[in-house]
């Protein structure tokens, strides 16, 4: 379906964009992504899909919006404190993007609903605290064959790599055990988790729309102290419990 | 030959300083400088690190901008230096 007048104006810039174009932004208005966690790089991320109009996105995030969320949260506002946080979420984004669908789930994902979360979309990105919910959702991916876009930060520094499974390392390539000593709770300034989340948009968007070079098999590493990007040619385990037997993509 | 270790994420945190220069024989290997590096280790650095078999798998070890294996046994080269990035799962 072509885009409506409404939709060239509003994405009239964007499409100068070398490689966009009508038929890039066209793609994106179909596509389908699963954001999940919303907080700190999630919110910022599916800020960033939904103004360059993806058609449609399914977030999934628990619980209500707590202080310490404020700092970086950015769908979060402040009279939002103590409610759910999900709908705030469905809220802010609604209000920049009227024409986006939101299917907005108050759950974190887990062994009961990944499958169906995973089902819904046609990429993933994966912006969970905690790994056990990382690798559930990389190994949902993989047995879906769906991509996968990791993004994760930790005080001044953060890393991005894009899944595409059989093609790439998955995540239980690179963390083939549950790491220990991994708290909940990690340092972190807003703008650091905002820059890698954008990074991570900008490669949903790259594959979505079918332009630009992608983070495959590559982790790209930041670090906001000096201000360096690093490029990391990661390898895949043949012996990965989750990946090892997994085909290339058609 | 002269070797830098440097420890990026939760490790940096936990380290007085983020690079160590260390000093090894020609010939020696990725996995020879892990036993070097806990020595001086603090104890959560080192819990963070490692485990009873050496360095913990899911600890990226960074050497010439690719993810090396230590127990492959990769030849260092004089002035290389090896990053340590423990997981990182902030969101």
Request: proline residues 8%; hydrophobic residues 45%.
């Given at each position: 379906m072509p885009l409506t007048d409404e939709e060239r104006a509003i994405y009239e810039w964007q499409m100068w964009v070398d490689g966009m174009g009508e038929k890039g932004q066209a793609r994106l208005r179909g596509a389908t992504a699963l954001v999940t966690r919303v907080g700190g790089l999630g919110g910022p991320l599916a800020q960033s899909l939904a103004a360059a109009g993806i058609g449609k996105l399914i977030l999934a995030h628990a619980g209500n919006t707590k202080p310490s969320d404020l700092n970086r949260q950015i769908l979060q506002t402040h009279d939002q404190l103590g409610q759910s946080r999900i709908e705030s979420c469905r809220r802010r984004l609604l209000e920049l993007n009227p024409r986006l669908e939101i299917e907005a789930i108050p759950e974190n994902a887990s062994e009961e609903n990944v499958a169906s979360l995973v089902a819904g979309a046609d990429i993933v990105f994966d912006c969970a605290p905690l790994f056990e919910e990382r690798l559930l959702l990389n190994r949902e991916c993989v047995r879906q064959g769906k991509p996968l876009i990791d993004a994760a930060m930790f005080g001044l520094e953060g890393q991005l790599t894009t899944i595409i499974p059989g093609?790439?390392?998955?995540?239980?390539?690179?963390?083939p055990e549950l790491p220990p000593g991994w708290k909940r709770q990690?340092?972190?300034?807003?703008?650091?988790?905002?820059?890698?989340?954008?990074?991570?948009?900008?490669?949903?968007?790259?594959?979505?729309?079918?332009?630009?070079?992608?983070?495959?098999?590559?982790?790209?590493?930041?670090?906001?102290?000096?201000?360096?990007?690093?490029?990391?040619?990661?390898?895949?385990?043949?012996?990965?419990?989750?990946?090892?037997?997994?085909?290339?993509?058609? | 030959m002269q070797i830098t270790i440097q420890l990026l994420g939760q490790a940096r945190q936990?380290?007085?300083?983020?690079?160590?220069?260390?000093?090894?024989?020609?010939?020696?290997?990725?996995?020879?400088?892990?036993?070097?590096?806990?020595?001086?280790?603090?104890?959560?650095l080192r819990d963070l690190l490692s485990d009873d078999s050496g360095l913990r798998r899911s600890v990226m070890a960074i050497l010439r901008e690719e993810t090396v294996d230590p127990s492959r046994g990769d030849l260092l080269q004089d002035g290389d230096e090896l990053s340590l990035l423990p997981p990182m799962s902030g969101g």
């Open positions: 093609q790439t390392p998955c995540l239980a390539c690179l963390y990690f340092p972190v300034i807003g703008a650091v988790s905002a820059v890698v989340a954008n990074l991570a948009a900008l490669e949903g968007i790259k594959l979505l729309a079918g332009f630009g070079e992608l983070l495959t098999g590559k982790l790209l590493i930041y670090d906001a102290r000096s201000m360096t990007f690093r490029k990391i040619t990661l390898h895949r385990r043949p012996d990965c419990s989750v990946c090892g037997k997994t085909p290339p993509p058609a | 936990l380290s007085a300083s983020d690079r160590m220069v260390v000093e090894v024989a020609e010939g020696a290997s990725v996995d020879d400088l892990i036993p070097l590096l806990l020595t001086e280790a603090s104890n959560p």
